[in-house]
C-alpha cells in the first residue's frame, strides 16, 4: 500500500469513528484533521494538524484562529482552512439561535461566546446594542457607535433614541477592547452609569454592559455594577435632582 493509499484509508478511519460515536475518544489534532480534510479531502494534514495543536496550545485556540495564522502553518492553505471557518461559522449561528429563547441578562458567558470571534480582532472598539422586548427576547443586534483603539464616543441620546426606534424593553452594550484587557476604564464605568440613568428616565432596563477582551469578558451586570447604577439613580430621584 503506497502513501496515498494508506493516507485515504486513515482519513476514511478517522469519519468512520466520528459517524459511530461523535468526538468520543479523539485526540484534539484528530478533530483538527478532521476539520482540515472538508477543504482538501485528498490530502494528508496530520502533520499540519499537530503543527497547529503546538502553535496555537489548545483546540479553542486552533478554532479561533484567523485564517492568515492558520495559514502561516507550512501545508495550510486556503482550502484547509474551509473546515475551520466552516466551524467557526456554524458555531455563531447555532450560539445565535440557542440565546434567541433565553433570558439572555443571566448569560454574559452566552453573548460572549457568540460575538467573541467576530470582535476579538478588531482593531477599533465597536460598540454593540442588542435590543430586547419586555420578555428579554432579541429583536436585533446593530452596531452603533465605531471608534479608534483609543476608543470611541458614545452618545447616551443617540442610544437611547435607538432603543425607541426599535420599541425596545431593555439593552444589553457589547463592546471591545482591542488591547485585549477587558478590564473597564473610567470613562467605561461613567458611560454605564449615563446609559443605566438615561435608560431608568425612560423605562428602558440595562441588563448588562459586556466588555469583550483576550479570550475573556467584563460583565457589568455581574460584577454588580448595575444595581448600583440603579440604585445611585434612585437615591438622585428620591433627592428631587
Known sequence: MNSVEQSAGHRKRLRERFLKGSLTGFADYEIVELLLSLGTPRKDVKAQAKEALKRFKTLRGVLSASPEELQQITGIGPHSVFGILLMQA???????????????????QEIFDYLYHSMRDLKKEVFKVIYLTSRNQIIDTIDLFEGTVAGTAISPRQTMESALEKHAASLIFVHNHPSGNCAPSKSDNELTRDLVFAGSVLGIKVLDHIIIGNDKYYSFAGEGMIVQYELGFLGLKMKGI
Open 90 to 108: 456554524v458555531a455563531r449561528e447555532f450560539l445565535k439561535e440557542k440565546i434567541l429563547d433565553k433570558h439572555v441578562y443571566q448569560s454574559a
